[in-house]
T-cell receptor, first 118, second 115 residues
Framework: AQKVTQAQTEISVVEKEDVTLDCVYE???????LFWYKQPPSGELVFLIR??????QNEISGRYSWNFQKSTSSFNFTITASQVVDSAVYFC???????????????FGGGTRLMVKP | DTGVSQDPRHKITKRGQNVTFRCDPI?????LYWYRQTLGQGPEFLTY????????KSRLLSDRFSAERPKGSFSTLEIQRTEQGDSAMYLC?????????????FGNGTRLTVT
């Protein structure tokens, strides 16, 4: 069975601080996909990134960066120089791969609520 | 790309009543998904369609729940004889099938409150 654990339920930082959101996953599949989604107060889940299990290269997109480590089954997300607009709930998710395509069922973690104070 | 739209945004109903939600996916997306999210939790998969075929259903989808996607475009999710435990946000998402896969694009959800 697949499982995603986000141990931090709430994090509070002051604007301009760096913050890392942790994600640990469990799966028996050798091919799988990992995702991060942002859920602002409006409720819509916004896709941030997808990684497949064969690509452990870290990725940076502006102030966002992701650290995928297969050895520790972790896919952590760092926001550099946080801003008030980053305040949201962030979800890590996992799906199996079917015929090398991203799977159909996402297993989500419980989410981490990030509050960035001015 | 107008995004995934869901209607209504909010629904309050009395226990025992039936409710129906609608989802319009991104027009070129052939996969459509329903998820449920309770307060403070991550979304949980309910079911998904590829075109008009319902290909997978979660154990969470009891007999009181039925989903349809009759023409492979919009979808409806009906809950019969609602219970207080059905109170949740119901999220719809869509994606493309293709090599390498495609991320799910979610709508704003329908928040159901059963009194």
């Amino acid at each position: 069975a697949q499982k995603v654990t986000q141990a931090q339920t709430e994090i509070s930082v002051v604007e301009k601080e760096d913050v890392t959101l942790d994600c640990v996953y469990e799966t028996r599949d050798t091919t799988y996909y990992l995702f991060w989604y942002k859920q602002p107060p409006s409720g819509e889940l916004v896709f941030l990134i997808r990684r497949n299990s064969f690509d452990e290269q870290n990725e940076i997109s502006g102030r966002y960066s992701w650290n995928f480590q297969k050895s520790t089954s972790s896919f952590n997300f760092t926001i550099t120089a946080s801003q008030v607009v980053d305040s949201a709930v962030y979800f890590c998710a996992l799906s199996e791969a079917v015929n090398n395509n991203a799977g159909n069922m996402l297993t989500f973690g419980g989410g981490t609520r990030l509050m960035v104070k001015p | 790309d107008t995004g995934v739209s869901q209607d209504p945004r909010h629904k309050i109903t009395k226990r025992g009543q039936n409710v129906t939600f609608r989802c319009d996916p991104i027009s070129e997306h052939n996969r459509l998904y329903w998820y449920r999210q309770t307060l403070g939790q991550g979304p949980e998969f309910l079911t998904y369609f590829q075109n008009e075929a319902q290909l997978e259903k979660s154990r969470l989808l009891s007999d009181r729940f039925s989903a349809e996607r009759p023409k492979g475009s919009f979808s409806t999710l009906e809950i019969q004889r609602t219970e207080q435990g059905d109170s949740a946000m119901y999220l719809c998402a869509s994606s493309l099938v293709g090599q390498g896969g495609s991320p799910l694009h979610f709508g704003n959800g329908t928040r159901l409150t059963v009194t």
